[in-house]
């Protein structure tokens, strides 16, 4: 596709269950991001892609979050017994080496 | 540790007028740096960036930025606003050793009243 895809846009979920966030990257961009956006926090950095291997995991806040990437493309963000703290929009975004990030339009994680 | 300061929560300007959002960086060198505005319900679009050279830079939708290494400063600028302007804007700076992952301020919602 033309931009970066996410899915899905909203996810609804009870305390505890597990989740799964998917991205789509921009075709051909080696590197991959993903960050958190919440009202208390505002945008964090969460893990960094180059290809396959994940180089910098600094800003996954806890054990219960972790990351894939396969194929040097399609990355999945694993949140599991989730809590109402984890309650966010998950953006993803993809580039080339040393040039600017593009954004998807995110995901919208609701925990009741 | 690096940061990036938005210092104005919230900016209204009339519709026509000139808007100037401010950013400051506090980090060792010069950073990559960058402006994204939002839209409700939307994802970060890139407006412009710096890496090196002219310090000014001119970016999409009309709006610039200027780059001033003795004040860390990363300022917004766009002679006249209009109504599709009003959004959430967000100054970032990337880091090469960190594999360009970028540390975002706070944001700026800017509102435009006719």
């Known amino acids: 596709g033309a931009g970066v895809s996410q899915s899905p846009s909203n996810k609804v979920t009870e305390k505890g269950k597990d989740v799964e966030l998917r991205c789509d990257p921009i075709?051909?961009?080696?590197?991959l991001y993903w960050y958190r956006q919440s009202l208390g926090q505002g945008l964090e950095f969460l893990i960094y892609?180059?290809?396959?291997?994940?180089?910098?995991k600094s800003g996954l806040p806890s054990d219960r979050f972790s990351a894939e990437r396969t194929g040097g493309s399609v990355s999945t963000l694993t949140i599991q017994r989730t809590q109402q703290e984890d309650s966010a929009v998950y953006l993803c975004?993809?580039?080339?080496?040393?040039?600017?990030?593009?954004f998807g339009d995110g995901t919208r994680l609701s925990i009741l | 540790a690096q940061s990036v300061t938005q210092p104005d929560i919230h900016i209204t300007v009339s519709e026509g007028a000139s808007l100037e959002l401010r950013c400051n960086y506090s980090?060792?060198?010069?950073?990559?740096l960058f402006w994204y505005v939002q839209s409700p319900g939307q994802g970060l679009q890139l407006l412009l960036k710096?890496?090196?050279?002219?310090?000014l830079v001119q970016g999409i939708k009309g709006f610039e930025a200027e780059f001033k290494r003795s004040q860390s400063s990363f300022n917004l600028r766009k002679p006249s606003v209009h109504w599709s302007d009003a959004a959430e804007y967000f100054c970032?700076?990337?880091?090469?050793?960190?594999?360009?992952?970028?540390?975002f301020g706070a944001g700026t919602i800017l509102r435009v009243k006719s």
């Open positions: 975004a993809s580039s080339l080496d040393n040039q600017p990030q593009h």
């Open positions: 075709s051909g961009h080696t590197a």
């Open positions: 892609f180059q290809g396959n291997s994940a180089p910098d």
């Open positions: 980090y060792g060198a010069t950073p990559y």
């Open positions: 710096y890496f090196s050279g002219d310090t």
């Open positions: 970032a700076v990337g880091f090469m050793e960190y594999g360009n992952k970028l540390v």
